[in-house]
């Protein structure tokens, strides 16, 4: 090791363009390991799909080369921060370790007699067997109305079986799941195999002591067939069913859900729906019981009672509203799960949904491989697949700065540009279409984690798909249709190949545990730190995310940079100096550079629209007294130090780093532009001028507006703003760069021009309807 | 029906690969679009069937435990020219592929690959139908 101090501060020699060009080079080269890395990531989600063959070879192949690559990013992060982040290294070797373990057929981990559901999932199948695994992952990791629980793990299992007293451990475990689920409840003990082995019937437990739970556990490992080793063994919280049945996601003489109710008091009076397998889930037919009219209903309602609408209630047992609900459960449930199911279900009386057990369906038939919608019908084409499959669904606009947590269950999302916060929108909505955005971005890959049929990079979607609409997309076939295509829908459904039961599904499903899951995904939280990085896709983003941060800063954390060798830029309407790390100035240029000997495409863009005519007012900005005591002291110290005073450039052919110092104002656009979208970041960050406080907020929400218009990820802070912009084509960034060149020059202006709040939207909607002609509209 | 004319006599694949689940995988699939499939791990019982029988198409992987795919392709070859062969491999540079088409490889497919990719390309081989 090394004596040397890790966290080297940065000296002379580290300010030259050997230096910048470092920088630029680790960064460039963590774009695309990161690249890289999510394609292999692809391959390997797709093989989870089903509809791929792979072998064991492929699983080894692809953990290896992925942990170099993320090795490799760890170490080009460490290399551009002066190892600030060198705890990653140890995340990113325990996440290796488990890899490997698990490649190498171990991985159950030693663990004490019990898990409870909120610790477990897949990875935990060895632990809890498959059931459990099912239901925890679904209730935890998906979100959906699942029955909660615990395991009695194979240690627990031993133990138990020879006799060890478990009393005390049993009685906390059952403690910690009413306190979890709001109180006591029935609960339902079941074995629970590996694999897709039969689990047999559950034991009920009504009054759930310990010396009841204990003899149940008893009773279902004593009827635990065969020689071979006992599994483990579930427990699940049940309700008080006011109605409960069972529902088929696919039946396939109707090709629509099929669900079976019933009230517990009457098992034998069963009612059944046909439900449309998109929403808003409507029953196309249902058979129901005549009922006496003064029975009391599954809600609480008479079927001549009123509904809050003013309609009679009707005699079903399943109310509309609950009959969608359990459709677009069930449907989620198939979408994660990759094939139809059939679910059990319950209601409490007060409406409380809980998927009790599910078991995978027969795939559909044949469904013939030549899938097409009637081409008049076509309302888009085009984009690239993220996610493939099809469904159906209202279109919803989603706001830039929307997080899906309000977004309607089961509609389709359009979206301007695919960012991670968006992830939210993939737990509710049936597709997801994007304007911007790639198949190897963090999005694309949450899509395929909730198996949502996403479409990302279709240019024009929030125009051509009108809010309510009702569309089918064909996410695979790359086409959006009108109207809702059942033949289409039917023919996409999942399934065909998947059989979950092999050994090497299993360990894909494990290892992909470690690998895909993207828990760190808002930079602005406390918790986005290295150490609660639990998979490669953390590490792989946090590292992504450290670098852009780390670059936007280096003029503000090695102001020596421009001393030595910038170079002055000649004939902008702005003051530039500008070091060339590579290939971004015209060989012949001298000491003083024309616009026409910048070879740098990104801050060729920013310049075309940072001089465009028109762009500069010639009045001077207008500030009072009052804005210039009010900003003094509170302004961004960088704007205020006149060693810092000036504006930089640090380029190559494709990468810039710009630091402009415009009057009161401060700013940084950092770009790096490639052929591979994937790798293409916009990095601009704004902060405060001299202004009084009202007109530092009115400016903070204009550059906001701005921002995310051109599809920025936007933060602010007070009166600093930044925004990201991800996985976009190199011609939409350069326009957005270009567009950022306007904004440095009208920014300037700005302050004097809003006067009064409502100018703040209406300046923001002119600003970014002046750059239509060529970016397309704001979300 | 996705496979060949019921009134021809079925067209007969062997597939050669020492990763069980890639047999369990090709073999039902090749079965359900009208093939007769025999499937093997182990490539000496795969040879003997070929010197055995005659084989329209043959699926081999190149790299396998202990056997040189691209010996066996060259031995299916000798033994029945006209049997076409699709490599599938793990590994695959531009330099395998190149011999395997060399040695009479039909067409060369890059692990993993998709089961309908797999059976285009052996329709393709065999003239039967195309799609649908």
């Known amino acids: 090791m090394a004596s040397a101090p890790w966290r080297a501060k940065h000296t002379a020699a580290e300010s030259g363009p050997d230096s910048a060009r470092s920088l630029f080079h680790n960064f460039r080269r963590i774009l695309e390991q990161n690249t890289a890395a999510l394609e292999i990531m692809a391959d390997m989600e797709r093989a989870q799909g089903g509809e791929y063959v792979f072998d064991q070879t492929f699983l080894e192949k692809s953990a290896h080369e992925l942990g170099r690559l993320v090795q490799r990013t760890v170490h080009c992060l460490n290399g551009l921060s002066a190892n600030s982040h060198l705890d990653l290294y140890d995340r990113f070797q325990e996440v290796r370790d488990r890899i490997e373990t698990i490649l190498s057929g171990g991985g159950a981990e030693a663990t004490g007699p019990f898990l409870s559901f909120d610790r477990a999932g897949w990875d935990a199948e060895a632990l809890v067997g498959a059931r459990c695994a099912l239901l925890a992952e679904l209730g935890q990791r998906f979100g959906l109305p699942v029955a909660d629980g615990f395991a009695l793990t194979p240690a627990g299992v031993k133990a138990f079986l020879e006799g060890f007293d478990l009393d005390e451990a049993l009685a906390a475990e059952l403690r910690r799941l009413f306190r979890r689920v709001g109180r006591q409840r029935p609960v339902a003990v079941f074995a629970s195999p590996a694999g897709e082995r039969d689990p047999g019937a559950e034991i009920l437990v009504s009054e759930p002591t310990v010396e009841h739970v204990r003899a149940a556990l008893r009773q279902t490992l004593d009827a635990w067939p065969g020689q071979g080793e006992a599994p483990a063994v579930g427990l699940r919280e049940t309700q008080e069913a006011s109605v409960r049945g069972l529902v088929r996601t696919l039946a396939p003489e109707s090709g629509t859900l099929a669900v079976a109710a019933s009230v517990p008091e009457r098992p034998g009076e069963e009612e059944q729906y046909l439900v449309r397998r998109v929403a808003p889930f409507t029953p196309v037919r249902s058979h129901i019981l005549a009922k006496p009219v003064d029975r009391v209903l599954p809600d609480g309602l008479k079927s001549l009672g009123g509904t809050p609408d003013g309609a009679y209630r009707g005699s079903a047992l399943l109310p509309p509203a609950w009959l969608a609900r359990l459709a677009g459960a069930a449907m989620a449930a198939e979408r994660i799960l990759g094939r139809p199911q059939e679910i059990a279900w319950s209601f409490s009386a007060r409406g409380r949904l809980r998927l009790e057990s599910l078991r995978p369906l027969d795939p559909p038939g044949d469904r013939g491989l030549e899938i097409s919608g009637d081409p008049s019908l076509v309302l888009a084409r085009g984009g690239e697949t993220a996610q493939s499959g099809a469904a159906a669904g209202q279109v919803v606009h989603v706001a830039e700065a929307g997080t899906g947590e309000d977004f309607p269950e089961g509609a389709v999302a359009v979206a301007r540009a695919a960012l991670p916060r968006l992830s939210g929108v993939l737990r509710r909505a049936a597709a997801l279409v994007t304007e911007t955005g790639t198949a190897a971005g963090h999005l694309a890959t949450v899509a395929r984690e909730f198996r949502v049929p996403a479409l990302f990079g279709l240019r024009g979607a929030l125009e051509l798909l009108r809010s309510g609409e009702t569309v089918t997309v064909d996410a695979t076939g790359r086409t959006i249709y009108a109207g809702v295509l059942e033949g289409l829908l039917s023919a996409r459904t999942p399934g065909l190949d998947l059989d979950p039961s092999d050994p090497e599904y299993l360990l894909l499903r494990r290892m992909l545990r470690h690998i895909l899951p993207l828990r760190l995904t808002d930079p602005s939280s406390p918790g986005f730190r290295a150490d609660n990085c639990r998979t490669y896709h953390d590490i792989l983003h946090f590292a992504h995310e450290q670098a852009m941060a780390e670059l936007a800063h280096i003029q503000d954390r090695r102001p020596g940079l421009h001393a030595a060798h910038a170079r002055r830029l000649v004939g902008s309407s702005m003051d530039i100096r500008i070091l060339d790390t590579g290939g971004g100035l015209d060989p012949a240029a001298g000491s003083e550079v024309r616009k026409d000997q910048v070879r740098c495409e990104p801050l060729r863009a920013f310049l075309s629209g940072l001089d465009a005519p028109g762009a500069w007012s010639s009045e001077p900005a207008e500030l009072s007294l009052r804005d210039v005591l009010g900003g003094l002291g509170q302004a961004d110290p960088l704007a205020m130090d006149p060693s810092a005073a000036g504006n930089l450039a640090i380029v190559s052919d494709l990468s810039l780093n710009l630091s402009l110092r415009l009057g009161y104002h401060f700013s940084v656009v950092d770009a790096h532009l490639s052929d591979a979208p994937g790798q293409n970041t916009v990095y601009f960050r704004f902060v405060g001028g001299l202004a009084e406080e009202i007109r530092r907020q009115r400016r903070a929400r204009l550059i906001r507006i701005i921002l995310e218009g051109l599809g920025f990820l936007v933060e602010s802070k007070g009166d600093l703003v930044f925004g990201r912009l991800k996985a976009a084509s190199r011609e939409d960034l350069d326009l957005v760069l270009e567009r950022l060149g306007a904004l440095t020059a009208f920014s300037r202006q700005m302050d004097t021009a809003m006067t009064e709040d409502a100018d703040v939207q209406r300046l923001g909607l002119a600003f970014l309807q002046l750059g239509d002609t060529g970016g397309g509209g704001a979300a | ?132």
């Open chain 2, 1 to 132: 029906m996705n496979g060949p004319a019921d009134t021809a006599p079925r067209k007969r694949i062997l597939v050669l690969d020492d990763e069980p689940i890639v047999c369990k995988r090709l073999k039902p699939a090749f079965q359900k679009a009208g093939y007769e499939v025999e499937a093997f791990t182990d490539s000496v019982q795969a040879m003997a069937r070929v010197e055995q029988e005659h084989f329209d198409a043959v699926i081999t992987d190149l790299k396998m435990e202990g056997v040189d795919g691209m010996h066996f392709l060259t031995r299916v070859k000798e033994v029945s020219p006209d049997t076409a062969v699709v490599v599938i491999t793990g590994f695959a540079t531009l330099e395998t592929a190149k011999e395997s088409f060399r040695k009479g490889a039909f067409d060369f497919v890059a692990k993993p690959f998709k089961l309908s990719d797999i059976l285009d390309t052996v329709r393709r081989v065999l003239g039967g139908e195309s799609r649908g």
